[in-house]
């Protein structure tokens, strides 16, 4: 029940209705025992300035950042980070932070490529910074025949981006599963899908806003209950 003591986190994107971030995070809230309550915050491009206002004066706790907006809000809010995913609010003031490469934590990889040029994939170059970049716009097709970690950061579903062999490790960003992770599967690769990418980051969010730590295998639950 959403009451007037109830605390607000927010996800700003366009389009937020597909998005497992609110089942996700309220799970997570109620675990913990916390009168907090996650809402999606569909918001258009021309409208982010406005939004981010309103975040601050509707008493919001934080947000989650998706999907086009990432890279636009680092401008907008105190940050260090070039893509913004997560943001905490306290004292009127909006800091900006990047959880997206939370899935890279305690795994140790030599050589890395990163498919993509959006916010997402500038948040895991931050996390890889001797990464190799390839996108459409700059650098294609991709070679990743040397690499032994392959970050999937665009949001292609239906085409295999690159074909990957066992011994290689896939972080897949997008989700549902993408047909790049299938054929990574099947080749006999190591795949992070993106379910798991969304938990890493949603658990190191959760963790932000509210100094608790994460009850993650309920947030795994939440994610898997269809």
């Known amino acids: 029940m959403i009451s007037g003591e109830t605390r607000l986190v927010g996800l700003l994107g366009d389009p937020v209705s597909h998005s497992l971030s609110p089942r996700m995070q309220n799970a997570a809230f109620a675990a913990r025992g916390l009168d907090w309550a996650y809402v999606p915050l569909p918001v258009a491009r021309e409208q982010l300035e406005d939004a981010l206002r309103g975040l601050v004066a509707l008493g919001f706790v934080g947000a989650n950042v998706t999907?086009?907006?990432k890279l636009a809000?680092?401008?907008?809010?105190d940050t260090s980070e070039p893509s913004v995913n997560?943001?905490?609010i306290h004292d009127g003031r909006l800091r900006g932070y990047s959880t997206d490469a939370a899935i890279l934590r305690a795994r140790d990889f030599?050589?890395?490529?990163i498919l993509g040029d959006g916010g997402a994939a500038t948040a895991f170059a931050g996390a890889?910074?001797?990464?190799?970049?390839?996108s459409r716009r700059t650098t294609w097709p991709p070679d990743v025949s040397h690499v032994d970690l392959v970050v999937n950061a665009t949001s292609e579903r239906e085409e295999v981006l690159v074909e990957l062999r066992a011994g290689q490790t896939l972080v897949d960003v997008p989700y549902p599963t993408t047909a790049t992770a299938v054929a990574a599967e099947a080749a006999g690769a190591n795949v992070l899908d993106g379910l798991e990418v969304l938990l890493a980051q949603g658990a190191a969010s959760f963790e932000l806003w509210t100094g608790v730590q994460a009850p993650v295998e309920i947030m795994r639950g939440a994610l898997q209950t269809r």
Do not use: G, S
């Open 67 to 69: 999907t086009p907006h």
């Open 73 to 77: 809000v680092a401008e907008l809010v």
């Open 86 to 88: 997560t943001l905490v």
């Open 110 to 113: 030599q050589r890395a490529a």
């Open 128 to 134: 890889l910074p001797d990464a190799l970049r390839f």
